[in-house]
């Protein structure tokens, strides 16, 4: 959030001076404003209008006591018609120093090359105080509207005058999302039904429709008739604007265990077992929140969820009768409450011929490729349409095969 904005030009008798500034009296001084300052405008002064090496091109500055970063984009247009041949000024925005300055880069750039062009044509900003404020909008006006539509809005399109008009948008800093892998299962975090229309791309809607948290990538590109590799591009672009979350292949041969977080789910905080139970019970009377914190704390890195499954049915416990479990793991998931222990192939006698530059061992098989412990039973499966029991008959054909868990 924009905290102020100010515009500051430098004058041949009086130095740099902030000529607009809102909200009034943020950064100097103003009659019949009593409000505290963001910070010491003399101080940073000669930071606002730098010497020449520094103009026309983008600038930040943190004050002092380190609150407020100031971004800017000093210009100084060189003219003889100016006072020492040289106009120089700088609109400024002040943001918290915990606040991500990317987004308003390219705002402080627009202001900086619109308002040159604008001073080139027809002097804007150097003859404001002879202009008519019939013919176009004060400066003052301006910046404050420009704050407070980027505030409100994170967007504003402000008509200055008949040929001139200020276009400018915040747009999110998103992290540049991980690889997306055949083996992955894509979740939906909102409706794409109520936001999707005919402009969306066709393999986009392809896609999206067949997102149901159960596919893999794989299989949504088979039973989209995608190609794998637009498929992939298609859900990391997906992931990029958080509409997608990205989880594991759940089977009921995976392990899983809990982490230190599930100490939350127990305080129940922020009600998490109410919004755990709405997600995951299914038939029946709904069980108190006791037997979901049982189901959480029982699993361990020494069962799987079949194991784990009937050790509760052999303790009186149904889990199917009430539970969906794949909903109760992906929300463990999710929620950081639990995490899955991956199972990896290893062949030592592989590794070492690895080691030793060599590209194969004995037995050439198709499977070898997967055994320095790097390549999941999810990769495996998945990359070769084959169920696990099938993928361990293959990987004993070397004796020295051997599975860990991670």
Known sequence: MIQGIFFARFLSEQGTKVVHQSPPGCIVAEPDVDKPRLFDFETMAEYIIPRQAFCNRFVTICEPENKYRILGHPVCIKD????????????????????????????????????????????????????????????????????????????????????????????????????????????????FSEIMDDTWDLTMKKVIKQIDGIKDVRRIAHDADVALGLTKIALQHLLYYDSILMLDLFLFGNIYAPTPEVNDFLADRDGMQDEC??????????????????LFTSLATSRTVKEWLKLHNDQGFPVLNFVDV???????????LIYRVQKYAVSPAYISSLVSGQTKVAGDNIMQKYLDGCHSFDQITTENNLAEAKIREQLRKFPDFDTIYR
């Open 277 to 294: 139970a709405n997600y995951v019970y299914i038939n029946g009377p709904r069980l108190p929140n006791f037997y979901l914190c049982r």
């Open 326 to 336: 794949r909903r109760f793991i992906q929300f463990g998931i999710i929620k950081g």
């Open 80 to 191: 003889e018609k100016y006072a020492r041949n040289e106009f120089m000024f700088n609109f400024c925005i002040v943001l918290g120093v915990e606040v991500d300055k990317t987004p308003y880069e390219a705002v402080v750039r627009r202001l900086a090359s619109t308002f040159t062009e604008m001073e080139v044509q027809n002097e804007y900003l150097s003859q404001e105080d002879y202009s008519n404020s019939q013919e176009r909008r004060s400066i003052a006006a301006l910046i404050e509207i420009i704050k407070e539509d980027l505030n409100n809005y994170n967007e504003c399109m402000i008509p200055v005058d008949d040929a001139n008009t200020i276009n400018m948008k915040l747009f999110p800093n998103h992290r540049h999302p991980p690889p997306v892998k055949s083996w992955h299962v894509p979740i939906s975090t909102m409706k």
